[in-house]
């Protein structure tokens, strides 16, 4: 699969769990990627699937998250 491929994978992932409600809550980086940990807010605690982690391998697909999460912050 192409580096663009995989992105566009990656980022259709990340883009259906914030579709469905999910927060990005917090990220780890490292040599293997980026692991990034969804969760639905509280009004949701009935949900059985309150939390979620993605692996993200592409570095396209760490900055698309990444100013997700810049373009959240400057709208609180």
Do not use: C, W
């Not at 990005?24 to 605690?45: R, W």
């Not at 939390?51 to 709208?75: G, M, P, V, W």
Request: net charge negative; charged share 30%.
């Amino acid at each position: 699969m192409s580096a663009y491929a995989e992105f566009i994978e990656e980022k259709k992932k990340i883009d259906e769990l914030l579709a469905k409600g999910y927060e990005i809550t917090n990220v780890n980086e490292n040599l293997s990627g980026a692991f990034v940990e969804f969760q639905l807010p509280n009004d949701a605690l009935d949900h059985p699937e309150k939390s979620k982690e993605l692996h993200i391998l592409t570095a396209d697909a760490r900055k698309y998250f990444s100013n997700l999460i810049l373009a959240k912050q400057r709208h609180l």
